[in-house]
């Protein structure tokens, strides 16, 4: 079975603090992403990765950044994390050329921003 | 620009009924794919059920079925005979081999309560 691991469950931080959270996947999969997940709104893309050292914007990507040194590793950065940062945010990964496999997803980290 | 729309945010069902979760979609694309996602309390998602547009015969994942209609870009998912472990965040996605990295988008979800 694929695993996807995020390294926190819970993360508390303060604001204007430089938050890390860290994804790994162990399937080898091309494609990595990160979401954010707000009640009302689902998941809402933030970036995506098809390879290594590559990255694209999702569709809210203004206050943080990512990260991928390794194909099994996709890190968000929130650069100055605000209070309206504070939400679940769950990393997926996925194979590249096949639409219709599945995105398998982490637990999530559920960060909030003091 | 492709946009997924749950219009249930709540629902709830007696164990052994049935529900139908609703999920419109609107897309120009013709080829795409349609996924359920089931995420239940404090656990990690997971796929329930997914449909490729170009297959005209309805997935079903045992007790799982979606009713897909293209003409009206609706794709609702049937539970039959509800079980506790059934209540969850269920979520209605999108792709398309048009997508860069197979990106999905989400409707808002439907938080789906099974009550004994």
């Known amino acids: 079975d694929v695993k996807v691991t995020q390294s926190s469950r819970y993360l508390v931080k303060r604001t204007g603090e430089k938050v890390f959270l860290e994804c790994v996947q162990d399937m080898d999969h091309e494609n990595m992403f990160w979401y954010r997940q707000d009640p009302g709104l689902g998941l809402r893309l933030i970036y995506f990765?098809?390879?290594?050292?590559?990255?694209e914007k999702g569709d809210i990507p203004e206050g943080y950044s990512v990260s991928r040194e390794k194909k099994e590793r996709f890190s968000l950065i929130l650069e100055s994390a605000s209070t309206n940062q504070t939400s679940m945010y769950l990393c997926?990964?996925?194979?590249?050329?096949?639409?219709?496999?599945?995105?398998?997803f982490g637990d999530g980290t559920r960060l909030s921003i003091l | 620009a492709q946009t997924v729309t749950q219009s249930q945010p709540e629902m709830s069902v007696q164990e052994a009924e049935t529900v139908t979760l609703s999920c419109t979609y609107d897309t120009s694309e013709n080829n795409y794919y349609l996924f359920w996602y089931k995420q239940p309390p404090s656990r990690q998602m997971i796929l329930v059920i997914r449909q490729e547009a170009y297959k005209q015969q309805n997935a079903t994942e045992n007790r799982f079925s979606v009713n897909f209609q293209k003409a009206a870009k609706s794709f609702s998912l049937k539970i039959s005979d509800s079980q506790l472990g059934d209540t969850a965040m269920y979520f209605c996605a999108f792709t398309s081999n048009n997508n860069a990295g197979n990106m999905l988008t989400f409707g808002g979800g439907t938080r789906l309560m099974v009550k004994p």
């Open positions: 990765s098809y390879d290594v050292k590559m990255k």
């Open positions: 997926a990964s996925g194979l590249d050329w096949l639409g219709n496999q599945p995105q398998h």
